[in-house]
């Protein structure tokens, strides 16, 4: 069984520096693709970074602020967020093939002064 459990979440500050931990069990992340998603209220999930081998793609919104890495040693991929803002405020979700495994709980980031 395929667990995903996405820590590090929070109430920020904008400008704020949290570090997302997407933690697998069941399956080894580093041999497969693993996005970081989010999930604004009253809005769609949307894919915001993907690591595939070594490459990474962002999202526009967050090119630039967003690093997403991988830890082979805790089986773990990483979300570095930087410089955050209000409208980063959402639910983020890790996930490496949303058709076939099921979507963790997910770790909430508020941006609020």
């Known amino acids: 069984q395929v667990l995903l459990v996405e820590s590090g979440g929070g109430l920020v500050q904008p400008g704020g520096s949290p570090r997302l931990s997407c933690t697998a069990s069941g399956i080894v992340l580093r041999l497969r693709s693993t996005g970081w998603y989010r999930q604004a209220p009253g809005k769609q999930r949307e894919l915001v970074a993907v690591i595939r081998g070594v490459d990474t793609n962002y999202a526009d919104s967050v090119k630039g602020r967003f690093t997403i890495s991988r830890d082979n040693a805790r089986n773990t991929v990483v979300l570095q967020m930087n410089s955050l803002k209000p409208e980063d405020t959402a639910v983020y979700y890790c996930?490496?093939?949303?058709?076939?495994?099921?979507w963790g709980q997910g770790t909430q980031v508020t941006v609020s002064s």
């Open positions: 996930n490496t093939d949303p058709v076939y495994y099921p």
